[in-house]
């Protein structure tokens, strides 16, 4: 992985882990459906914004809002979606420890899909390493919440469903999306994503923000602005620039952020389990990562 990298995936671990402290606290408030619509068209209301104020024009190549309203759908909608709503089963810091899986299942898709990431048995030991941490936490029942001592099967499955999107969009992404300029397909992205929750959550859910407090607002907009609308911009930047390995690393900042944050903001407890499995999991990531 290339030094240059390391800024990018430092910032982008923190956007994303402050952002699952926000989400967290908003469960509590919104149903996940409407958090995630709602923070979904204000980042587009942002990017429409900056093709508005910048004078840019808007994308018109059909195959970019082909490929990127696919990326918006499976990439974003379903995993944003599926991570929210597993917040209301398990702590911030127990879910950002699981989606760290997530650069294995990576690498193994990368391996079939991308000729210049190949799998080797080093690597391969990493994987097994890497998801074996992930096994240990769902073996054990970990919540990372101080008054549930055995963690719903549901907010697992929500993220592994998180994590096969996201990796699959990752390599799509990286096959055949490194020509488009990352602000446009980040804007048509995110479009799509909206499209796609919001009707479903209109219909499905309503519209009740009546337990909503100023607070619940902040946290709503923080989510929008950084961990939206300019973190999926970074997340692709990365993507384009690294490749798709490298760019999965950010995941191994966000549970320092998620759960130190979630012990001083929400009230998140941090085992020795969950530390041992982000402990396997970062093993894994190293032998994945290791040159020579």
């Not at 907010?155 to 699959?168: P, Q």
């Not at 760019?247 to 389990?273: C, D, F, Q, S």
């Amino acid at each position: 992985m290339s030094t240059a990298a390391v800024p990018y995936i430092l910032l982008l671990g923190f956007l994303f882990g402050s952002t699952l402290i926000a989400s967290r606290f908003s469960v509590g408030q919104f149903h996940p459906t409407t958090y995630i619509w709602l923070r979904m068209a204000l980042a587009s209301l942002g990017h429409a914004g900056v093709y508005l104020l910048g004078h840019r024009q808007w994308p018109a190549d059909p195959q970019l809002w082909r490929r990127a309203a696919l990326l918006g759908v499976l990439g974003t909608a379903i995993p944003m979606t599926s991570i929210v709503t597993s917040l209301q089963y398990q702590s911030a810091g127990l879910t950002s420890i699981l989606l760290t899986a997530g650069p294995a299942v990576t690498v193994v898709m990368a391996h079939f899909f991308l000729p210049d990431e190949p799998l080797s048995g080093r690597k391969s030991a990493g994987v097994i390493l890497a998801l074996g941490g992930g096994v240990l936490l769902a073996l054990r029942g970990e919540s990372g919440l101080p008054d549930v001592t055995r963690a719903s099967p549901v907010g697992y499955g929500l993220v592994l469903l998180a994590i096969l999107t996201s990796s699959g969009m990752t390599i799509y992404a990286r096959k055949y999306m490194q020509s488009y300029n990352a602000f446009d397909v980040a804007s048509v992205r995110m479009l799509a994503a909206t499209l796609t929750v919001a009707p479903l959550s209109l219909v499905w859910v309503g519209f009740d923000l009546s337990r909503v407090t100023g607070v619940g607002y902040f946290a709503l907009g923080y989510a929008a602005l950084v961990g939206t609308f300019l973190g999926m911009l970074v997340a692709f930047y990365n993507i384009k620039r690294f490749g798709a390995t490298a760019a999965a690393m950010a995941l191994y900042i966000i549970p320092a952020v998620a759960g130190i944050g979630g012990v001083l903001v929400l009230g998140e407890t941090i085992t020795l389990w969950m530390l041992a499995g982000l402990a396997l999991i970062a093993g894994g990531i190293w032998l994945i990562n290791r040159t020579g």
